[in-house]
T-cell receptor, first 112, second 115 residues
């Protein structure tokens, strides 16, 4: 079956620290991978995506590389800001269907 | 600009009442989805639709129903609201191109409280 596992939070960092949020997946076939961000009181917004092995998705300083050999899609940012405080969701879109599978979310708190 | 809207944004109801949450998208997307978000569970799929008159059950569909009479709308109905259905509900939509880049776009959410 399809599933996504991401690190539990909350993750608390100081401003300008390096961020890594781990995400691993299990999938039948060859999925596409996504990171979504949810700011307080809002819906989920697409942050970045990758559709094939070794692809790197990037946006707003965030990056994630599709690693088929380790079934991972870890989110990274070199220098976080207070405004990055949010909940981050890793997700996969199954190859054969238009369904998405989401991880449980990781809350990031960035302190000034 | 195309968008996806949900109404109401906040709703308080009583146990046993029927409640309908609206979802409307202007992207002309074929696929629409309803999720609930609860602490510790992330997003769980309730129902989804791949087109007009098509509906499918997700992983937590008991006590919920949907109908799809046009492309733009997928209302979610709680037949007899229960306290366990207190949650934040999100609607989402995506194209049905079969492309690997197909992305789900989310509405702002409805916070439902069942007393």
């Amino acid at each position: 079956g399809n599933s996504v596992t991401q690190m539990e939070g909350p993750v608390t960092l100081s401003e300008e620290a390096f961020l890594t949020i781990n995400c691993t997946y299990t999938a039948t076939g060859y999925p596409s991978l996504f990171w979504y961000v949810q700011y307080p009181g809002e819906g989920l917004q697409l942050l970045l995506k990758a559709t094939k092995a070794d692809d790197k998705g990037s946006n707003k300083g965030f990056e994630a590389t599709y690693r088929k050999e380790t079934t991972s899609f870890h989110l990274e940012k070199g220098s976080v800001q207070v405004s990055d405080s949010a909940v981050y969701f890793c997700a996969l879109r199954s190859e054969n269907f238009n369904k998405f599978y989401f991880g449980s979310g990781t809350k990031l708190n960035v302190k000034p | 600009d195309a968008e996806i809207t949900q109404s109401p944004r906040h709703k308080i109801t009583e146990t046993g009442r029927q409640v309908t949450l609206a979802c409307h998208q202007t992207w002309n997307h074929n696929n629409m989805f309803w999720y609930r978000q609860d602490l510790g569970h992330g997003l769980r799929l309730i129902h989804y639709s791949y087109g007009v008159h098509d509906t499918n059950k997700g992983e937590v569909s008991d006590g919920y129903s949907v109908s799809r009479s046009n492309t733009e709308d997928l209302p979610l109905t709680l037949e007899s609201a229960a306290s366990s259905q207190t949650s934040v509900y999100f609607c989402a939509s995506s194209e049905r191109t079969g492309s690997r880049t197909d992305t789900q776009y989310f509405g702002p959410g409805t916070r439902l409280t069942v007393l």
